[in-house]
Structure formats: structure tokens, C-alpha cells
């Protein structure tokens, strides 16, 4: 009997910790390639969370109204990897991001580059499912 208990508890265990493996999405899934986006904006929100991080970028549109983009960027340690630190892009900052448009036809994307204003590149990379 305890045996038999042990393994049923092993095995709810198992599963319950498989629950963050089905949660990660395919970012074709959530963007669609076919729909690329340039913005220029100001950095006025970072989120350095996982699984991915993000950057929210306001938009001031020929009128003057301004929109904010929310762009998911690569995984943390992904970014690390690639040379970001905590100065690599702050609030306040004026970036051109290039990405794929979200699917939902939300004001965001998935983040393929972003260029600072001196032109200089803090991430660079192809489309990929990170």
C-alpha cells in the first residue's frame, strides 16, 4: 500500500512540475512573421522578466498622440549572453525596434532588433523560437 501510495504521489509530482514546459509558446504562434514592424520611439517601460524580457517603447504618431509598443525580447539569459546589462537600454532612451507584429493586432511584437539612437545595435538576431 505505501508503495503503491509513494508512486501516485511521484507521479502527481511529476506532472505538476511539467506545467511550466506546456506553458512556453512558439513565437509564430503569438507573431506573425509575414507582418514585419519598424517603431522609433522612447523606452519608457523594461521588463526583465522570464521567460522573456520586455521593452515598451511610446510611439508619437504625426499628430502628437502616443501609443505605446510592448516588444517581447529574447530570454534573459539570452540577452546576458548577447552582452546586455542593466545599462544597455534605459528608460528614457530613444530606439528604433524592428520585429514581427503581433498576431492579435495588439500595438506590440516580437523584438528582432533594437537600435539605439546613435545607431548603435544592443540586439541583433534572426527570427527564432527562443
Known amino acids: 500500500m505505501r508503495k503503491k501510495l509513494a508512486v501516485s504521489l511521484a507521479s502527481v ?3 505538476c512540475s ?22 522609433k520611439g522612447t523606452v519608457s517601460k ?14 508619437a504618431d504625426p499628430n502628437g498622440k502616443v501609443t505605446t509598443w510592448n516588444f517581447e525580447l529574447q530570454a534573459r ?35 528582432t532588433a533594437v537600435l539605439l539612437a546613435d545607431g548603435s545595435k544592443v540586439l541583433m ?3 527564432n523560437d527562443n
Not at 511539467?18 to 517603431?39: I, L, Q, R, W
Not at 523594461?46 to 510611439?59: K, L, M, S
Open 13 to 15: 509530482g511529476l506532472l
Open 18 to 39: 511539467m506545467g511550466p514546459v506546456f506553458a512556453h509558446h512558439s513565437v509564430a504562434g503569438e507573431y506573425d512573421v509575414n507582418k514585419p514592424v519598424t517603431v
Open 46 to 59: 523594461i521588463e526583465w522578466t522570464n521567460p522573456h524580457a520586455r521593452i515598451y517603447v511610446d510611439v
Open 77 to 111: 539569459s539570452a540577452l546576458t549572453r548577447l552582452g546586455w546589462t542593466g545599462k544597455s537600454v534605459k528608460i528614457g532612451d530613444t530606439v528604433t525596434v524592428e520585429g514581427d507584429r503581433a498576431r492579435s493586432g495588439a500595438t506590440g511584437g516580437h523584438a
Open 125 to 127: 538576431g534572426a527570427n
